[in-house]
């Protein structure tokens, strides 16, 4: 099968991907809370779940609707099942976009769009593999199976789900993350930190809400602060004005019905690396510490500060520890919630090596921590797959011979479902040297790189489940 020029068989194909995944993208596939049994995450993941299947349908594939929250589309025939693991749930579009988050435009070779890189585009990336080998009529002696997600960006059920009825792949690849390889995931869990505040006295400055962050796996971009003041409002408005311009934020004020309420915008990004993006809570936390607050509110967001405040490596909280292969922990400040004498809470997400010794260290950390407790919510331990297995010696194989370069084997913080597999790799979609945009605000895809990523994906179905001549 190497006579075949997949980059030539994709350009065949180019128009149809590009409508394809502009129709998925217009899908607003964000988790909600209106829970159906027809849709268990929302209408419109369920929409975006049948907008695949629907596809795979028209192009001759067998599919499968899992219970509403997943599905697979398969080609090939054998006992051996080879396994493609996409997801077309988003994240929320957050704020501060040059584009409709949800519009699927075209600029400058760039289709803009939530989920265009995480992950809508690489799943329509490997799904035209798929057809383009099902149309060239390649005789395949192993099963493939694109299994698609609806819930990665949250909770997993969708997987947990699937996997309670239908089978494990003997192999598979998730295309959700970066070129060449993924060969170990880091460990994620999210904490829920309750912080024991002393009782509210009155005050000249009552802080009576905080809150931000819309997900654990994303830095919060914006964070809002409801605020009494009893007196000297103008100078109280006149130091937040000053502290947004001295430090170049982007902040406002408004006041309804006496209440003041402070806001703030960040810079959202993905939790496996807060440092590229601008923690909000953190920015307006800092502020608010600094002025004659009542001690309730203070005592909550000085410990904001002081354990998170330019620290996302957990040095403060005691758990900081470097993995020669998997790199640093990393603490993501997610979500806070302060409601005056109702709650007092701060949302963690930690990934780690798997090195770190999780149990051991959350119980040490729970232990030293002061007038504050630790909840574990949820922890998915780390994934690592040996080098030298053959099955990443082949997609290594496949990755230089499609882009003439070495396949480096790559560590990141990043979850994807090839933790879910016994042998399993992320591989792609995102190249060496382009700028990792997931949970971005303009997040892309470059079209030429999907087309790229296309061809290589061809190859990796046809070398892993095509008959050996």
């Known amino acids: 099968m190497h006579t075949i020029d997949w980059r030539d068989e994709i350009k065949k194909l180019e128009g149809g991907l590009i409508k394809d995944l502009q129709k998925l993208i217009q899908i607003p596939s964000v988790k909600s809370n209106e829970r159906t049994d027809e849709a268990p995450f929302g209408k419109e993941v369920r929409q975006a779940l049948d907008f695949m299947l629907q596809l795979g349908e028209k192009d001759g594939f067998t599919l499968k609707n899992v219970g509403n929250v997943a599905g697979h589309l398969e080609m090939g ?30 600029e400058n070779g760039k289709l803009f769009g939530r989920g265009a890189m995480d992950d809508k585009g690489p799943t329509m990336a490997a799904y035209y593999a798929m ?20 819930d990665e960006e949250s909770d997993w059920e969708c997987v947990d789900r699937y ?16 070129f060449p390889i993924i060969f170990a995931e ?20 009552s802080v009576e809400a905080f809150q931000a962050g819309r997900r654990y796996n994303m830095v919060p971009d914006h964070a809002v602060a409801s605020v009494w003041i009893e007196q000297q409002h103008t100078l109280f408005l006149q130091k937040y004005t000053e502290y947004i311009k001295d430090n170049e934020l982007d902040g406002s004020y408004y006041i309804d ?53 330019g620290d996302t490596r957990g040095q403060r909280l005691g758990i900081a520890m470097t993995d020669p292969e998997m790199g640093d922990v990393t603490v993501n400040a997610a979500l806070f919630r302060y409601e005056k004498e109702q709650a007092a809470q701060i949302g963690l997400n930690v990934r780690y090596p798997v090195s770190f010794l999780f149990d051991q ?11 504050a407790s630790l909840l574990i919510l949820n922890n998915s331990k780390p994934h690592y797959m040996k080098p030298d297995d053959p099955f990443i010696e ?25 933790r879910a597999l016994k042998t399993g790799v992320a591989f792609g979609a995102l190249f060496p040297g382009r700028e990792d945009v997931a949970h971005q605000k303009d997040e892309y895809a470059i079209l030429d790189d999907l087309f790229r990523a ?3 994906y061809a190859r990796a179905i046809v070398e892993l489940a095509g008959k050996k001549e």
């Open 77 to 106: 025939e054998g006992v051996d099942l080879i396994g493609i693991l996409c997801h077309v749930d988003v994240v929320p579009a957050g704020d501060g976009w040059s584009y409709e988050p949800f519009g699927g435009e075209i």
């Open 361 to 371: 260290e959350m119980n040490e950390l729970n232990k030293r921590l002061e007038n």
């Open 394 to 418: 082949t997609l290594k194989r496949v990755y230089k011979e499609e882009t003439g370069e070495e396949a480096e084997l790559l560590a990141i913080g990043g979850g994807t479902y090839a």
């Open 257 to 309: 019905s006496g209440m003041v309420f402070l806001e703030m915008k960040g810079i959202s990004a993905h939790a496996m690396e807060p440092d590229h993006g601008q923690n909000a809570a953190l920015m307006l936390a800092a502020f608010l510490v600094k002025e004659a607050i009542d001690p309730a509110s203070a005592a909550y967001l000085q410990f904001i500060i002081d354990q998170f405040e």
């Open 163 to 178: 996997f309670e009825t239908e089978e494990m792949p003997q192999s598979g690849f998730a295309p959700d993350a970066d």
């Open 131 to 150: 057809k383009a080998i099902k149309e060239l009529g390649i005789p395949l002696e192993k099963r493939v199976r694109m299994i698609i997600g609806t």
């Open 186 to 205: 880091k460990g994620i869990a999210d904490l829920q930190l309750n912080i024991n505040v002393p009782s509210s006295t009155q005050s000249a400055v």
């Open 454 to 456: 296309a061809a290589i």
